[in-house]
């Protein structure tokens, strides 16, 4: 079984619409990530989370929002889905201890 | 704030060296990281520099010079399934990464 899966895999929403995309872990993990990459710019870090009461704001948070349930659950919403939010989103883990981070296979994200 | 900059295409003939050069600026560095990624795939670490120098993992290297700002990440013996996207990160205190628009290789026969 994968170590971080992330639901649902491809989405089709329409602009206004309220959508939540979904990150698990077993990998035992303290530190979630989400980023959205975009043809030719590279993973952009939307938020982090280094425990269940830490959410820290990336690169480009504006317009999405986070929920850390659990240790092994981190969550991003886009409240009011717009066009220019399409893009393919990726959560990641890491370990303190090591540099490395774990992605998800990502989320395809298409808002009409 | 930081910016990295890394070539956005390279192509290279299978069997042989490829090198793909990264530099940044950055308000704090902790150490340079590369992840692969194939088409549609997802990011995977290849290696991390904290010290300036040469780190070896099978046919990859990658190197990093602190005072010059600067590392590449090096393939050897390269095969088609190097074809891929090539990142260069750097990670800032808070432990989040910052990465590059990266490098598309392309292997050919």
Request: glycine fraction near 10%.
């Amino acid at each position: 079984d994968a170590d971080v899966t992330q639901t649902p895999r491809n989405r089709i929403t329409k602009t206004g619409k309220r959508i939540m995309l979904e990150c698990s872990q077993t990998k035992g993990h303290d530190r979630m990530y989400w980023y959205r990459q975009d043809p030719g710019l590279g993973l952009r870090l939307i938020y982090y989370s280094f425990d269940v009461k830490d959410i820290n704001k990336g690169e480009i948070s504006d317009g999405y929002s986070v929920s850390r349930q659990a240790q092994a659950k981190f969550s991003l919403s886009l409240e009011s889905a717009i066009p220019n939010q399409t893009a393919l989103y990726f959560c990641a883990t890491s370990d303190p201890a090591a540099e490395t981070q774990y992605f998800g296979p990502g989320t395809r994200l298409l808002v009409l | 704030g930081q910016s990295l900059e890394q070539p956005s295409e390279v192509t290279a003939v299978e069997g042989a060296i490829v090198q793909i050069n990264c530099t940044y600026q950055t308000s704090g560095f902790y150490g340079l990281s590369w992840y692969q990624q194939h088409d549609g795939g997802a990011p995977t670490f290849l290696s991390y520099n904290a010290l300036d120098g040469l780190e070896e993992t099978g046919r990859f290297s990658s190197f990093l010079s602190r005072s010059d700002s600067y590392g590449y990440l090096l393939l050897q013996e390269l095969q088609m399934k190097d074809s891929a996207s090539y990142f260069c990160a750097v990670r800032n205190s808070g432990y989040a990464l910052n990465f590059g628009k990266g490098t598309s290789l392309l292997v050919t026969p």
